[in-house]
Every structure is written in structure tokens, then in C-alpha cells.
């Protein structure tokens, strides 16, 4: 059973950056499909990055290209989402999700079957 720890949300100024952290138990990330998706207060869950372990990369959603950035740290088991110039239309609770298929490119929420508890993101001046 894998289990995530989100965590590196907070309340900053548009233009600023923040970096989430996703500390992945388990197996190692190879093993896995992680993702980030968010939810905005009265929107449905969106996805936002999904990194491949088959391919070695990341996957993003038109509206972060360019400004978030996935990132895996091996040796802890942990994956990021460096977010830069930031907006406050990027307000919103952020999740990571895991699929144990290493070959899953999908920013669809229902593709995943396991999740962490969410970290609040604030944009706000």
C-alpha cells in the first residue's frame, strides 16, 4: 500500500514561487506514476503535472507550462512541484496521486488510485 505526504504549501505574493514536496512510502517512485492535480473551492480536481517513470519525464497542463516543474529526489523516495510565477488563479488545495503502472501518462484524476491529504497554495497580494 503506498502512501503520500504532501507538504510546502503556504500563502505567497502573485509572482512568487513555492515548492511542494510529495513523500512518496512504499516502492520506489520507478514503480510509480505520480501526479499533481489541484482543486479550487467550487471546481472540480484538475490535473496539473503527471511525471512518466517509463519515459523519464514530465507531463503538464497548458495552464502551469513553463512555470511548475516536477522533479523526483531517488534517494528519498520523493517527488516536487517547483511552482514559479505564481498567479492567483493557482489557488487551491494540491494533491499528489499515485498509479502503480509506471506507464500511465494521464492528468485525468480518476487514472489514479492513491492520494495524499493536500496542501493549501494561497496567491494572494
Known amino acids: 500500500q503506498v502512501q503520500l505526504v504532501e507538504s510546502g504549501g503556504g500563502l505567497v505574493q502573485p509572482g512568487g514561487s513555492l515548492r511542494l514536496s510529495c513523500a512518496v512510502s512504499?516502492?520506489?517512485?520507478?514503480?510509480?506514476?505520480i501526479g499533481w492535480f489541484r482543486q479550487a473551492p467550487g471546481k472540480e480536481r484538475e490535473g496539473v503535472a503527471c511525471?512518466?517513470?517509463?519515459?523519464?519525464?514530465?507531463y503538464y497542463t497548458d495552464a502551469v507550462k513553463g512555470r511548475f516543474t516536477m522533479s523526483r529526489d531517488n534517494a528519498n523516495n520523493t517527488m516536487y512541484l517547483q511552482m514559479n510565477n505564481l498567479k492567483p488563479e493557482d489557488t487551491a488545495v494540491y494533491y499528489c496521486?499515485?498509479?502503480?503502472?509506471?506507464?500511465?501518462?494521464?492528468?485525468?484524476?480518476?487514472?489514479?488510485?492513491?492520494w495524499g491529504q493536500g496542501t493549501q497554495v494561497t496567491v494572494s497580494s
Open positions: 496521486a499515485a498509479d502503480p503502472s509506471q506507464y500511465l501518462i494521464s492528468l485525468v484524476a480518476a487514472d489514479f488510485g492513491f
Open positions: 512504499g516502492r520506489s517512485l520507478d514503480y510509480y506514476t
Open positions: 511525471f512518466s517513470s517509463s519515459e523519464g519525464r514530465a
